[in-house]
């Protein structure tokens, strides 16, 4: 199956999962590596480095938050929004082998609606402890503050969103032009609980929030808090917020807003001992299990052993009844992270996921495309999707 069918349950709640107009700002951009996961521009200072400064956000979990918040009257419903999106930034920025140097954040609230002091002590904690957490495994990063605007006139709820700086040696950049066929794809499960987490994770990221919280809470929320509200559809779901279901292993509140996990820990390990032998590194953000489509020229992802996708994306499709084709485009599906490893060197990277209780496993590998354009084959219990990179 080839294409994005028109009219999915995604773009019918107001969300383009492909991003499409983007393109526009291409040629604006300077870019030392166009096909890399991130844009690297040279160190006016030091000609051998690269500079990356990158930009990312919870996407519309918050909103999911702030119900929840809304139903219990507990103020850590908002912490976890810190991690979604130091991991949404620090994750992505090693794909391309950067070291993380400093952060800022941006939240925009309507204050009308959010006790702001409270509200960002909550968050301020969320980043905190995993700033604490990295430091643990000697990555320092500063916090340097960034902006709070109190926006009620243009905005329902919350936004928050953060700002990574830091820099590459030019020759180690993992820019993905090195991918070639026969390499194995590792990806690695966004669910679960590694040795540095507390508590098990759904496995759903920040990506298709606006779907799940649709799909699966129930109307009167819509009619409840009309501020969370903002498509035509409307909430359709049959769950409440606090409804513990045992396919999940908590409430389905809690599955939504389980924070994105920070692979940064094992990244960094897997960088020191196998940098020379990872040739593309992705972050299954945006596109889901396509993201790959845009690094590299002219390769064809298979991927032939998929992990098993989790519980949360089963309930999102069978609730929604959005197309299994476009579940994978829309949701990592239990597979967060993926890298390319040079053929034969794979072992030595599963096993330092071992060592974190991370999940990984083979899932597929790297083939010459028929064209110059990149390629994703899904091959799945629920069929073969084939999907096309488009610029």
């Not at 140097?101 to 002590?121: H, M, Q």
């Not at 709820?157 to 090195?178: F, M, N, Q």
């Not at 794809?185 to 990506?207: F, H």
């Amino acid at each position: 199956m080839k294409g994005r069918e028109m009219g999915t349950k995604y773009e019918e709640v107001g969300v383009d999962a492909r991003k499409e107009g983007v393109e526009v700002f291409k040629s604006s951009i300077d870019n030392l590596f166009p096909r890399a996961f991130c844009t690297v521009s040279r160190d006016p200072d030091f000609d051998d480095y690269g500079v990356v400064l990158h930009t990312d956000g919870a996407g519309s979990k918050p909103v999911q938050n702030y119900l929840n918040w809304k139903e219990s009257g507990d103020l850590n419903c908002f912490k976890s929004i810190g991690q979604d999106v130091l991991a949404m930034n620090i994750d992505d920025l090693l794909c391309i082998g950067a070291e993380p140097i400093s952060f800022v954040d941006y939240i925009a609230l309507n204050k009308d609606l959010l006790p702001k002091k409270d509200l960002l002590s909550s968050l301020n904690s969320g980043f905190k402890d995993v700033f604490d957490l990295l430091k643990d495994y000697g990555i320092n990063i500063s916090f340097l503050g960034g902006e709070t605007a109190d926006l009620p006139d243009q905005l329902r709820t919350l936004d928050v969103s953060g700002t990574i700086h830091g820099r590459v040696k030019i020759s180690e950049a993992i820019t993905g032009d090195d991918v070639e066929p026969g390499d194995r794809i590792v990806g690695l499960r966004s669910s679960g609980r590694t040795e540095y987490e507390d508590e098990e994770n759904s496995g759903i990221m920040c990506n298709g929030i606006t779907l799940a919280r649709h799909s699966l809470m129930e109307c009167e929320y819509s009619e409840r808090y009309p501020e969370i509200e903002g498509s035509e559809r409307g909430y359709y779901g049959n769950y409440s917020w606090d409804d513990h279901l045992k396919e999940l292993g908590m409430t389905v509140g809690k599955a939504i807003t389980s924070p994105t996990r920070i692979f940064a820990p094992v990244l960094m390990e897997m960088l020191e001992e196998c940098r020379e032998n990872l040739t593309g590194m992705v972050h299954n953000t945006g596109g889901g299990q396509t993201k790959c489509l845009n690094l590299g020229k002219g390769i064809h992802y298979r991927k032939s052993e998929i992990l098993q996708p989790d519980p949360i994306f089963h309930l999102i499709q069978k609730e929604s009844g959005e197309s299994w084709r476009a579940m994978f485009e829309d949701y990592n599906m239990g597979t967060g992270f993926e890298l390319m490893v040079r053929e034969g060197h794979a072992d030595k990277v599963l096993e330092i996921a071992k060592r974190f209780d991370l999940e990984g496993k083979i899932i597929g590998s790297c083939e010459r495309s028929e064209g110059e354009k990149n390629k994703v084959t899904i091959h799945s219990e629920f069929g073969d999707f084939e999907y096309e990179e488009r610029y």
